[in-house]
């Protein structure tokens, strides 16, 4: 199974908005809504963002969403805030197992 | 409150064996999966293998497979990740995560509570 793909980096200015891809297959993101999204900052582990596409656990801003279309997740940061500085991870769900994403460095200028 | 206590950071030698331990409370450890994640320095999250705490089945990650050993003591509901031979490449930061699954398909849809992680260091 191999890792889902992500971009490079994402940059943004402090109340942009950014994006970021996840792109998988039929097999994984296509084929289920179990994506979910992972924060992680320096040193420290990731901490879920988004799961079921779109639903946010308590606690997460409201900043922070997720959609999907065909083979494609996407998280969305509405307003870039300088805390936003990560590393951000998609999950997608296989069928029997799961795979990550090759993960997305975000830059707030 | 969920939480996931790993053991702490290990240095050890090539050749050598080594198992880490991940102590899950909060939850009934039995109803769930447990995933181990490695990241090696400076890179992404890649999935070990997932073990059910309810009867300790196990699945490896072709690229794991052979390679570690999953395991775990319901009792103490606690998840472990063994190494008989540790080789340098095997230095890196190893996660264990809860893996939760829809209550009415039972797919494993998230991976919700992670442990603070246990950084291996293997060199001569």
């Known amino acids: 199974q191999s890792a889902l793909t992500q971009p490079r980096s994402v940059s943004g200015s402090p109340g942009q908005p950014v994006t970021i891809s996840c792109t998988g297959t039929s097999s994984d993101v296509g084929g289920y809504n179990y994506v979910s999204w992972y924060q992680q900052y320096p040193d420290k582990a990731p901490r879920l963002i988004i799961y079921d596409v779109n639903k946010r656990p308590s606690g997460i801003p409201d900043r922070f969403s997720g959609s999907k279309s065909d083979n494609t997740a996407f998280l969305t940061i509405s307003m870039l805030q300088a805390e936003d500085e990560a590393d951000y991870y998609c999950?997608?769900?296989?069928?029997?197992?799961?795979?990550f994403g090759t993960g997305t460095p975000v830059t707030v200028l | 409150e969920v939480q996931l206590v790993q053991s702490g950071p290990e240095v050890k030698k090539p050749g050598e064996s080594l198992k880490i331990s991940c102590q899950g409370s909060?939850?009934?450890?039995?109803?769930?999966?447990i995933a181990w994640v490695r990241q090696m320095p400076g890179k992404g999250l890649e999935l070990m293998g997932i073990l059910f705490g309810g009867n300790s089945e196990t699945k490896y990650s072709p690229s794991f497979q052979g390679q570690v050993t999953i395991s775990a003591d319901k009792s103490i509901t606690t998840a472990y990740l063994q190494w008989n031979i540790l080789k340098a490449s095997d230095s890196a930061m190893f996660y264990c995560?809860?893996?939760?699954?829809?209550?009415?398909?039972?797919?494993?849809?998230?991976?919700?509570?992670w442990g603070q992680g246990t950084l291996v260091s293997v060199s001569s």
């Open positions: 909060g939850y009934r450890f039995t109803d769930y999966w």
């Open positions: 995560a809860r893996v939760g699954r829809d209550i009415v398909t039972g797919y494993l849809n998230t991976v919700d509570y």
């Open positions: 999950y997608s769900y296989t069928g029997s197992f799961f795979v």
